[in-house]
Structures are given as C-alpha cells and as structure tokens.
C-alpha cells in the first residue's frame, strides 16, 4: 500500500524558514506527481505546489511563489516543500499527496480530488 509520512512542520516566527518532508514508501516517486496541500483553521485545503516527472514543478498558489520551492530527491524517495519568508497566513496543516503521473496532469496538479494517496499532515504556525 502507497504511503506518504509529512514531517518538518513546527512553530516558526513571521520571516523565518521550514523545510517539510514527504517520504514515500511502498512505490517510486519519480513515476508519481507529488503535491503539497495546506489547510488554514476554518478554509478549504488548498494545492501549495506540485513536482512530477513529466512536467516538472508548479505552484499553485500566487502567495507562495518566489517564498516556496518544491523538490525531490529520487535517491531518497521523498520530496521536500522549502518554505522562507514564512507569514502568519501561511499557519496550516500540510499534506502531501500522490498520483501516478500522466501527461497532461498539470492542468490537474493543483486540484485535491486528483490526489489518491494522502500523508497525515504536519503542522506548520507561524506567529507575529
């Protein structure tokens, strides 16, 4: 069975960095789409940034470009969310999710119901 584990999230003070982590276990990332998805207390989630083997990196949310940089690492199964400049709007949860990849699937990537694996999430709060 395909499973993600999230981890790096923490409390963190407005302008300061995180890197989360996304293990994969039980299948490869380079043939799936992995995205980072975030939920703010009372929102809807919503799509951060996306890596794929076929299109490459997106971001999905304008407040987060130029702050966040997604990556992976195929040697070690797991992809990575870099967060700088972090604000207290960027406070939420964050998971990761997969799919395998498929041409095409960008126009997707930002979109949760794509997504058929999911991590359990990781906090991340950002204070004033």
């Known amino acids: 069975e395909v499973q993600l584990q999230a981890s790096g999230g923490g409390l963190v003070q407005a302008g300061g960095s995180l890197r989360l982590s996304c293990a994969a276990s039980?299948?490869?990332?380079?043939?799936?789409?992995i995205a980072w998805f975030r939920q703010a207390p009372g929102k809807e989630r919503e799509g951060v940034a996306f890596i794929g083997p076929i299109y490459g990196t997106k971001y999905c949310a304008d407040s987060v470009k130029g702050r966040f940089t997604i990556s992976s690492d195929n040697a070690k199964n797991t992809v990575y969310l870099e967060m700088s400049t972090l604000k207290p709007e960027d406070t939420a949860v964050y998971y990761c999710?997969?799919?395998?990849?498929?041409?095409?699937?960008?126009?997707?990537?930002?979109?949760?119901?794509?997504?058929?694996?999911w991590g359990q999430g990781t906090q991340v709060t950002v204070s004033s």
């Open positions: 039980k299948f490869a990332i380079d043939d799936y789409a």
């Open positions: 999710a997969a799919i395998q990849d498929f041409r095409g699937f960008d126009y997707y990537a930002c979109v949760e119901d794509w997504y058929e694996h």
